[in-house]
C-alpha cells in the first residue's frame, strides 16, 4: 500500500500572527524625574526658550548688635541657563502591497518599537547631559570637545571632580594628565571612593545640591555603568 504525499505546492504554511521583539530596557532614570527641584532630573516645560536659573548661598558674615546694615549687604550670586527645546521624531515606513504579505500585523508591531526608540534616545541625552561640559560657545560631551575646553572644565570644577581613589590625581588644568593618572587597580569603584566623592559634594563651592529627605537628612544619587557598578559590587563593605 502506498501513502499520499501532499505535493509541496499544496502544502500549507502557517504562521504565527503574534511577534517578538528586541528587548529594550525601561528607562532608570524615570523615578529620579520630576517636576520639583528635589529631583535629580527635572524636567522643565516649554515651547521656545526655557531659562533654569541657578542662585547661590550667601557666604557673608552679616553683622551684630547695633551695627550698620545697610551698606554691608551682600550681593546674591545667580546665574542661568538658556535651552531651546526642540521635537524629536521618528516613524516607520511601509507601502499598502508589502503591509498585506505579513501574517503579522505590521502597524501594531511598529507602535511598541517607536516607544521603545524614544525611551532609548532619552536615556541617552540624559548620559550625554551628565557628561556635557561648556566649551566657551554651547555645551559638548566631554569626549568630543577640544582639549582645551576640558582643560578649562578640570580648572573651574576643580573642587568637585574626582579622578579614581583621591584628590591627588587631579592635575590643576590639564584633564588629559589627570586621567593618566588613573590606574586599573587603585582606582577602581569602591565604597572609599563613594564616601570621599559625598565629601567632595558637601564641601564644593557651589553646593552641589543634595536630595532632601526630611529636614536634617540629605542623600546623593550616584549613577555608574556596568563596569563601575561591578566593581562596587566586588567591594566587601558593599
Not at 517607536?114 to 566631554?142: C, F, P, S, V
Not at 580648572?155 to 587631579?170: M, Q
Request: glycine letters at 8%; proline letters at 3%; one cysteine or more.
Amino acid at each position: 500500500m502506498a501513502n499520499t504525499t501532499v505535493s509541496s505546492d499544496l502544502r500549507v504554511t502557517k504562521y504565527l500572527a503574534e511577534f517578538f521583539q528586541e528587548y529594550v530596557r525601561n528607562s532608570r532614570f524615570s523615578r529620579y524625574t520630576g517636576m520639583g527641584s528635589n529631583n535629580v532630573i527635572t524636567i522643565k516645560e516649554g515651547r521656545k526658550q526655557i531659562e533654569i536659573p541657578l542662585v547661590t548661598r550667601l557666604k557673608g558674615n552679616g553683622v551684630t548688635g547695633s551695627a550698620t546694615l545697610r551698606g554691608n549687604g551682600e550681593a546674591v550670586g545667580n546665574y542661568g541657563l538658556t535651552l531651546s527645546p526642540t521635537y524629536y521624531r521618528h516613524a516607520v515606513e511601509f507601502d499598502k502591497e508589502e503591509m498585506e504579505k505579513p501574517a503579522i500585523d505590521l502597524m501594531q508591531a511598529a507602535k511598541p518599537l517607536l516607544m521603545d526608540w524614544a525611551k532609548e534616545l532619552q536615556r541617552d541625552h540624559i548620559i550625554e547631559g551628565m557628561g556635557a561640559i561648556y566649551d566657551g560657545t554651547t555645551y559638548a560631551n566631554l569626549g568630543d570637545s577640544a582639549a582645551a575646553a576640558n582643560d578649562t572644565w578640570n580648572t573651574n570644577n576643580s573642587d568637585r571632580i574626582l579622578y579614581g581613589n583621591a584628590k591627588s590625581n587631579l592635575s590643576a588644568g590639564d584633564h588629559t594628565a589627570s586621567l593618566a593618572n588613573i590606574d586599573t587597580t587603585n582606582d577602581t569603584l569602591d565604597t572609599g571612593i563613594v564616601s570621599l566623592a559625598k565629601r567632595m559634594a558637601q564641601q564644593a563651592d557651589a553646593h552641589v545640591r543634595p536630595l532632601r529627605n526630611t529636614e536634617d537628612e540629605e542623600a546623593f544619587i550616584l549613577f555608574c555603568d556596568p563596569y563601575a557598578f561591578r566593581d562596587l559590587k566586588s567591594d566587601s563593605a558593599i
